[in-house]
């Protein structure tokens, strides 16, 4: 797979740490997802499914059924922001 660039990618990163911290055992529900969302970054309900698209093409997520997804490990340490802004070209 290859690894997309960028700052549009940061946002996807957050949203995959916040799914992270409502999910069960690495798993969460559509339906939960998509109420994240709505309550915690106000995405409209027509790109809901936008983002959730994109954050499986970037490897952050799987759809294990029509009803379930599954949080995977992206890899990256957050403790060293310095690392994340050289990436970005920010430092």
């Not at 559509?30 to 499914?49: E, M």
């Not at 970037?58 to 059924?65: A, C, M, P, Q, R």
Request: charged share 25%; proline share 2%.
């Amino acid at each position: 797979m290859e690894q997309k660039e960028g700052c549009q990618n940061i946002f996807y990163f957050y949203v995959h740490s916040k799914l992270k911290e409502h999910s069960l055992a690495g798993a969460i529900s559509v339906r939960k997802t998509y109420s994240l969302l709505a309550r915690c970054f106000r995405i409209p309900k027509p790109l809901r499914i936008v983002i959730i698209k994109e954050l499986e093409s970037l490897g952050l997520i799987e759809k294990s059924d029509k009803k379930l997804l599954r949080i995977l490990n992206n890899g990256l340490d957050f403790s060293n922001t310095n690392l994340i802004y050289r990436k970005v070209g920010l430092l």
